[in-house]
């Protein structure tokens, strides 16, 4: 594949004065959705700052597209970013700000005229253009972001824990957003929930303490927990015992038993039976030995 349509990443380092952030993460990264999973800590934002040009690296080479990053003014022509914290212009109508915003990127007149309309269709805000941003909901204000990210319809984008903090029915619509999105530019798309990545991408990487514990596509993610996924019925005085000796994925309460569902290299016990894996098993299991995951 040409390197004009990917993002390249080879031995990338990055301090925080004595804090090392990242430590040789090699990635390529292709059209399409990419996730960067990892706990709180992991990296993720160090990462996507540096893509985005709002971090210097300390070592490594990294090109987005061909063009290297030191060569900021022209990655951010073709980068759109959605920070964590994103927040914009509260006093301005949902219009205003996408105007304003376009006035920044460059755009003319003419072209905002012709964008805006689109834009905010696509992140269906379409009935909000007199909207003040203060008066958003988190998924709205969300959507807004994305809408501003691509507003000067660039071929990466990059989103930060987009879907934290949203109920469930504004991420779902999220995450679709950010598929169609995906079908014609790279997003990166990080996030510490699980879920996020089971639905939306077919390629991930795993970071932790600054190193890729894993990438590649989510089957062969699961394919490490392929066969080793159990669940059993147990009763609760049972339950610290197999605790410390297997790891557990999650767990119902049955009255004074509870449903476990575990990841054992082998039969386990008579009465445990095995189960499809999920993405969610895997990474538990990656993390095996790193403390626990903090997947939600
Ligand atoms: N400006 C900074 N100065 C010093 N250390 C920092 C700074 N920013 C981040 N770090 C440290 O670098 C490491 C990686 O942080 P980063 O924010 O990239 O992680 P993350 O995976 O995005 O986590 P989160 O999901 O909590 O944002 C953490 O140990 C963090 O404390």
Redesign the pocket.
Known sequence: MSKNTEIVIRHLDKY??K?Q?LTDVNLTIHKGMFGLL?R???????LMKVLATLHEKQGGEVSICGIPVEHASAIRKITGYLP?DFSMYPNMSVYEAMDYLGVLSGLTKEERRKRIPGLLRQVNLQDNYRTKVKALSGGMKRRLGIAQAILHNPRVLIVD?PTAGLDPEERVRFRNLLCEIAQERIVILST?IVGDIEATCENIAV?DD?RILFQGTVEELLHMVESKVYKAEISKKELPELKQKYIVTSMLALGNNVMVRFIAEKQPFAGASLCEAGVEDAYMYLMQGRGEGTCS
């Not at 709180?40 to 160090?46: F, M």
């Open positions: 925080y004065g804090k952030a990892g709180n800590g992991a990296g993720k934002t160090t964590q824990e510490h970071l600054g």
